[in-house]
């Protein structure tokens, strides 16, 4: 079953020993906290790192505007969902090394970019094992103001380490191992240096 945000927080008051919330608007001091804390504690998980579920892809509006930095050509919108940028690219799939981000524009001298990003989610389109993650950085982040206990604060907080291993081993299961090197490159570079070792014992 889908969770909204509000049951996540409610998860979150349980594991602080507090009464659970229905809406951000309960008048209750434990909705109060939540309201204000929610939305950047899920943000800020969600840019530790660059989560294989929230990795989106898109093409880029490019702008009318002249980029302020004259090094640049063009200036392109970001989405209004980026969490963070993991990488712009051309229609080639060649890699920009060299874009400025400025607020929420990309200046390139591509005429054509995409950028891959972590999104910003719902939280009905996320997977479990990142919701446990959540919910223990929830906790974690609203006990002070909930139950002003430093000891409990100190057990959660290393109870949310242990969920955001599991979490991110689990995310990086969900794509197959990336090669350092391609496999054809691999089986080139191997075949070369068996030829070198053939070489250099045929001239001993």
Not at 49 to 62: D, E, S, Y
Not at 71 to 83: E, G, Q
Not at 129 to 135: D, H, K, R, W
Not at 147 to 162: N, V, Y
Request: proline fraction near 3%; charge should be neutral.
């Amino acid at each position: 079953m889908s969770l909204t945000k509000f049951d996540i927080c409610s998860q979150a008051l349980i594991k602080c020993g507090a009464d659970t919330i229905s809406s951000f608007n309960d008048g209750t001091h434990e909705a109060n906290v939540c309201s204000v804390m929610y939305d950047t504690i899920k943000k800020s998980l969600l840019y530790y790192t660059f989560w294989n579920f929230a990795i989106k892809k898109v093409q880029m509006n490019r702008l009318a505007e002249i980029p302020t930095d004259a090094k640049f050509l063009f200036a392109y919108s970001l989405p209004a969902d980026v969490i963070r940028i993991r990488s712009i690219f051309d229609e080639n799939g060649q890699a920009d090394f060299t874009y400025k981000k400025e607020g929420q524009k990309i200046f390139s001298n591509n005429k054509t970019a995409f950028v891959e990003y972590v999104q910003n989610m719902d939280e009905t389109t996320m997977p479990s094992f990142f919701i446990e993650a959540l919910v223990s950085k929830v906790a974690t982040e609203i006990n002070e103001a909930i139950t002003a206990s430093g000891s409990l604060t100190q057990r959660l907080a290393s109870d949310f380490q242990q969920k955001l291993r599991a979490s991110r081993i689990a995310d990086g299961q969900e794509n197959p191992p990336q090669n350092i090197m391609p496999a054809g490159r691999l089986i080139e570079a191997h075949l070369n240096g068996s030829t070198s070792d053939r070489f250099r014992h045929e001239q001993n």
